[in-house]
Structures are given as C-alpha cells and as structure tokens.
C-alpha cells in the first residue's frame, strides 16, 4: 500500500469518531454534574425554607398564648442549624446548637460557609407582643450534596474513557470488517498486472461495495475493449503502412539491381504514386488522432452548400456525372476544414462505387441539415454497413488497395460529424446503389 504520509482511513474514522464520542459524553457528564449539583441544593434549599416558615408559624402561634418566649425544636441532626435572630444577634439557638456560633445571615443565602462545610439559608420572621421583629434561620449543610457530586463525578470519570475506548474498539472492528472488501477488490485489481480479461470477484448482496465492484469490473471491460482496438489500430496501421513502404523498397531494388529492366520515369512514377499513399494514410491517421486528443478544433459558421457545390464541380471536372439539383442553402457550426474533408471523403467514396453518377442533396427540416450523397453502384449490405464507420474496416470484395483504400474516409466523416454534434450511417439510395446520410445542427443566424 503506498505511504502518502496519512494514517489509514480505518484509522482515521476510529479516531474522528471516538474523539466525536468523547467530546459529547464529556459535555454531557460536565452538564449532568452541574444539573445534578443545582437540583440537591435546591432540594436542600427548599428543605430549609419550609423548615423555617414552619417553625417561625409554630413559634407564632405559641406567642399568642404565652409570653415572649420562642423556644426552638431540638435539631434532630448534625447538618442542621436553627437560630432565633433580631437585630443581626443571636437570641437562642436549638438544643444542640451553639448559641455562639456563626450568625447566620439574613435574608437567605444560597451558600454560607462554615467550618469548611457550605450551608445553603433560609429565614422566617416571626412578631412577638413586644412588636420586635425576629427571624428564624434554618441553615442546611450540602456536605451530603457535595459527596454525591464528587461520588457521582468519580464515576463519569471513569465511565466516560470506558465508553469512549468501547466506541474505538467497535468502530475498529466494524470498519476493518467494512473495509476488508474492498481491500479485496483492490488487491484483486492490483494483481491483474497486464491481463485485463480478468475480472473483480463482487462480494454478496447489493451494497455500495458490491456495486463498486460492478462498477470496477465495467470499468475493466472498456478498458480491454479500448485496448484492444488500440492493438488493432496499431497494427492495421501498421499494415496500411508498411504497403507502400514495400513497394517503394521492391521497384527501388529492381531498378537497383536490374537497371535494365525498368527506367527511371517509371521507377520515379511508381515512387510518386506509392508516396502520395503514404502521405494520405499519415495525414489520416493524424487527423484522426487529433480528433481522438480533443484538440485542433476551430468551429464557427459554415455554408455547408458552398463545400457539396465545390465538392460536386470537382467530381465532374473528374468525369463524374453529378446532380446538385436538390442542394438548398445549409448553415452549421462545426470545423470548416474538418467537415470539407468528411464532404470530400464521402464524394470520393460514392465515386469510386458508382457506375455512371452520384446525387447530391442538402436540405433543412426541424433545426437539421440533412445531406445525401447517393450513387448508382452496387450499394452496401445491410449487416456492413455500420461496421464500416470503424478504422481501417473495409468490405470484403474491396479489399483491393487501388479500389478500397485504408478503410479510413468513413471513419473520419463519423468523427467529423461528431464533432459538430452530428450522425452519419450508410442506408440504400433510390438509384440502386449506396446512400450516405450527415445529420447535422442547423445554426440559426441570431
């Protein structure tokens, strides 16, 4: 596995997914302990404030039938302090408390500290006959309160990085377990080397790593299909190449070795002729190539009836019986020069198969240019005739250099006419013979 200087992604989603965890149960145990702190003191200190309205009402009612005597209840436990106060002094305290003690303060405090313990205050008033305001204090410890924040504080603390080191070992083991296919499909891939016939195992059922493997095994099919077409392009290439490369060798060695048995305007004629193929055949392969690069584009306006009318007036300056009657004014947008050399190609493609003359017929209809080149040939069996749209694919009783060429000119009308957004496909023409059909986007003038 290549080291690009990150952790695994088992790694990292076991480390992103504990620390989420751990933040959010820390955050939440910080919020239980206060939560949990603010409701014992409000207990405590609500004790303590129904504990001193009680008293004060007891104490109330007594005054009413006796002197001026308060006399408080006996504290029945050590966390609790009552005080009868007036004028910020201590009067009297419970039995058991001391009298001289801390004055508790007056009115309630929600924490008072008293020999290291904090106490939570409440006070009632009570009127005696004598018309001097009293007040009863209740003074409540939350030792207890803060015993059970740090008890239970304790136990987060060791909960929270329990919890936490549970999530991590889930997450390790439910994404290795995850990740395992497709580290089997990767391996799988890496171990194909240069066989690309084979293929990714896919794992059972449906999931997204079983639809990565339907996808990776796809993916493996065009690329055998586009390397084999790149085996046989090279070498059909290498083919058409190597044709008048052999001739030119073969009259070049005749006149070599046998001046007398050839001169040189033939040898020079042979020379030029084989040359000329040559120099076609590279020129189309170049342009092909570009075309499969995406590069050497320049599209913009084109008459498409000027280029069928000039390619027509060329076929009869060839002798060529040609028809142009049904060729109308026709705009596209596409390469000017690419698509004069598809026009070109299918004009030379019709008369080489013709017998007395091609038909040319250009026409717009729903936002389409339509252009027809027909000739009164043999035509084109059905079952060839999308086959020959692809390079170097010619048909069988055309196998003759002179007469079938490279099997280039229909591919590269295919191409141009792609180009511009564009089809093309080969069907029979009214005369007898073979109808080559463009299908291109009318350009509307703005």
Not at 77 to 85: C, S, T, Y
Request: hydrophobic share 45%.
């Amino acid at each position: 596995m290549p080291d690009l200087g990150l952790p695994s992604l088992r790694v990292r989603i076991t480390v992103t997914t504990t620390a989420v965890v751990l933040a959010v149960l820390a955050a939440g145990a910080v919020s239980f302990l206060m939560l949990f702190r603010h409701t014992l003191v409000a207990a405590h200190s609500k004790a303590a404030d129904i504990q001193a309205a009680q008293i004060a009402a007891d104490a109330q009612h007594r005054l009413r039938d006796t002197a001026d005597t308060v006399l408080l209840p006996v504290s029945e436990v050590d966390d609790v302090i009552v005080q009868l106060q007036q004028d910020g002094r201590v009067i009297t305290a419970a039995e058991g408390d001391s009298a001289h003690g801390p004055v508790l303060p007056v009115p309630s405090a929600e924490r008072f500290p008293f020999d290291g313990v904090d106490y939570v205050v409440h006070s009632a008033p009570i009127t005696p006959a004598s018309g001097a305001v009293q007040s009863v204090v209740v003074a409540r410890s939350l030792e207890d309160a803060d015993d059970a924040v740090r008890s239970a504080a304790l136990l987060l603390a060791v909960a929270v990085p329990a919890i936490s080191a549970f999530v991590a070992a889930l997450m390790w083991a439910v994404v290795g377990r995850s990740l395992r296919p497709v580290e089997r499909i990767r391996l799988d891939v890496e171990s194909l080397g240069e066989d690309l016939s084979r293929r990714v195992d896919p794992p059972a059922g449906n999931d997204e790593v079983a639809r990565l493997a339907a996808t990776m095994n796809r993916m493996l099919g065009r690329l055998e299909a586009a390397h084999r077409a790149q085996q046989r392009f090279v070498s059909d290439a290498s083919h058409e190449l190597r044709s008048p490369v052999a001739a030119i060798r073969q009259h070049a060695q005749v006149a070599l070795h046998h001046p007398g048995a050839t001169d040189l305007a033939s040898l020079a004629e042979v020379v030029d002729s084989e040359a000329a193929r040559l120099h076609g055949l590279v020129d189309d392969l170049l342009l092909l190539a570009r075309l499969d690069e995406g590069t050497g584009r320049n599209c913009g306006e084109v008459d498409l009836d000027d280029i069928v009318l000039a390619e027509a007036g060329r076929l009869r300056q060839l002798g060529v019986t040609t028809d142009t009657a049904a060729v109308g004014p026709a705009r596209v947008f596409a390469d000017e020069g690419l698509l004069a050399r598809a026009v070109r190609n299918a004009a030379d493609n019709a008369r080489r198969h013709a017998r007395s003359r091609v038909d040319f017929t250009l026409r717009c209809a729903g936002g389409q240019v339509v252009l027809w080149v027909d000739d009164d040939g043999d035509g084109v069996p059905e079952h060839d005739r999308d086959r020959l749209f692809r390079r170097f694919e010619r048909r069988d009783d055309n196998r003759s250099r002179p007469h079938g060429g490279a099997g280039l000119g229909l591919a590269i009308i295919a191409e141009a006419v792609r180009n511009a957004a564009g089809s093309a496909r080969l069907s029979s023409s009214p005369r007898g013979g073979a109808r080559l059909e463009m299908i291109l986007p009318e350009h509307a003038d703005n």
